[in-house]
């Protein structure tokens, strides 16, 4: 290996495990938030570490499980407010590549890593719906 080729692979690396850090995850949100996730129901917070929600779940427990929406929109008259947020999930596209060359007494090798979306899991779209603050609907499509 090249020294030049040495001193890229610790960019690439470093590049890689930057993006990794713009993820939240649930567990995230709910070491910054313990007591209030310690206060709910061992069945919500069973779901809500894993990134799912429920009818009649609060507005919190929905963010603490599926983090900030793309969107939010409101309507409704006061005292019966329906808030929809909607979810746009892509999964990362991890790409590698190597190559090496020689000609004469000369060589040389090289690699590349390429990280496409911030999100991880699955492919997600969908949108929940609450009504006075608590769950009413959901609609999920995965790809």
């Not at 995230?28 to 919500?44: K, L």
Request: proline share 6%.
């Amino acid at each position: 290996m090249t020294t030049s080729s040495r001193r890229f692979l610790p960019f690439l690396a470093a590049a890689a495990l930057g993006l990794a850090g713009c993820q939240t995850f649930p567990t995230d949100r709910i070491s910054a938030h313990q007591a209030e996730y310690n206060s709910w129901p061992p069945n919500v917070q069973a779901e809500v570490r894993q990134g799912l929600v429920d009818v009649g779940f609060t507005e919190r427990q929905v963010w603490m499980a599926l983090g900030d929406p793309q969107t939010k929109t409101e309507a409704g008259p006061p005292g019966d407010v329906t808030e929809v947020w909607v979810y746009h999930r892509r999964a990362p596209r991890f790409g590698f590549g190597f190559g090496g060359a020689s000609f004469g007494d000369h060589s040389a090798v090289a690699g590349g890593v390429s990280v496409n979306g911030l999100k991880l899991g699955q492919d997600v779209d969908g949108q929940v719906v609450f009504t006075n603050g608590r769950v009413t609907s959901l609609q999920v499509y995965t790809r």
